[in-house]
């Protein structure tokens, strides 16, 4: 999960860059396409998909229909909302992706967990707000952070669903079946769009970030997730989301876009303790 915070870190600054170049849903289509086909090879060297895996395929659709609506939005999020900002929204998916843990497997969020969510939250909509005040009391929401805060509830009930559906498939199977069902979905969505895109035009900037977002955004980080929401509490497993705040700054850094002002950086200070709070072991504190 610390590996998958990095890498989609790196998303938000990418796709902040190629954002309104590109449809969405065309974008995501191709990015599921390439991210399949990865895992796809991988599943079939490595002993293929078992018969028994595609019993009820709609598990499949319906795994990627979240995934694709949460990636559709973030980049229509991205069309407007700073990389940083976007990043901070990602950030409430753990108080989500609790509710939804209870919601469908009960899993019980235990007081400190309570405590490192609520802070985490409270750092998330002070990077929101941009550490203005007086937009947090009149909740004025950019509409980017709004479009994907929608996204993000997608994300969160995604989580907690990967150990609800899974029937005993290994991870490569498991993510190669999601991921072909998300093209799939998205194909069909976004046909119009897919065939209206000038593919041949496109500056090598968003060949280059439609490639990181297919494989190192997509392939690998779905393999790493689903692999960690069958071992850990969903909401632990997107504790790790707190991070992705500080790797876009870096990322934003690395790609000479500066960085945020200092008042914004504290709330990204918050998102960090309540990362910490969340791994502590519980069971020594207790």
């Known amino acids: 999960m610390l590996a998958f915070s990095a890498l989609v870190a ?24 390439v991210a399949g086909t990865i895992m796809g090879a991988l599943a079939f060297s490595m002993g293929g998909v078992p018969r028994a895996a595609l019993d009820a395929p709609w ?16 980049f229509a999020g991205l069309n407007t909302a700073p990389p940083v900002s976007a990043a901070a929204v990602f950030t409430l998916t753990p108080v989500m ?10 899993q019980i969020t235990t007081p400190r967990m309570a405590a490192a969510l609520s802070v985490g939250a409270l750092g998330a909509l002070w990077v929101i707000f941009r550490a203005d005040l007086s937009a947090a009391l009149a909740f004025e929401v ?42 799939v979905l998205l194909t069909a969505w976004a046909w119009r769009d897919l065939l209206e895109t000038p ?9 280059i970030a439609i490639g990181y977002v297919a494989v190192f955004a997509s392939a690998v980080t779905f393999f790493l997730l689903q692999y960690a929401a069958r071992v850990l509490p969903a909401a632990k497993v997107m504790a790790y989301t707190y991070l992705t705040p500080s790797w876009v700054i870096a990322w934003e850094v690395a790609l000479g ?30």
């Open 59 to 74: 598990r499949y659709f319906v795994l990627g229909g979240l995934l694709a609506v949460y990636f559709v939005l973030m």
């Open 199 to 207: 593919w041949a035009d496109l500056r090598p900037m968003v060949w």
């Open 10 to 33: 790196g998303s938000f600054s990418l796709g902040g860059m190629v954002a309104n170049e590109i449809s969405p849903a065309a974008l995501n289509a191709v990015r599921f396409l």
């Open 142 to 183: 950019g509409r980017g952070e709004a479009i994907y805060i929608v996204g993000c509830i997608s994300h969160a009930a995604f989580t907690p669903m990967l150990r609800l559906l899974n029937r005993g498939e290994g991870s490569l199977a498991y993510t190669f079946l999601f991921m072909a069902a998300g093209f």
């Open 97 to 106: 992706s609790a509710g939804f843990g209870w919601l469908l497997l009960r």
């Open 257 to 286: 876009h500066g960085v945020p002002r200092a008042l914004v950086l504290g709330g990204v200070g918050l998102t960090a303790l309540a990362l910490a709070l969340l791994l502590k072991d519980e069971a020594r504190s207790g």
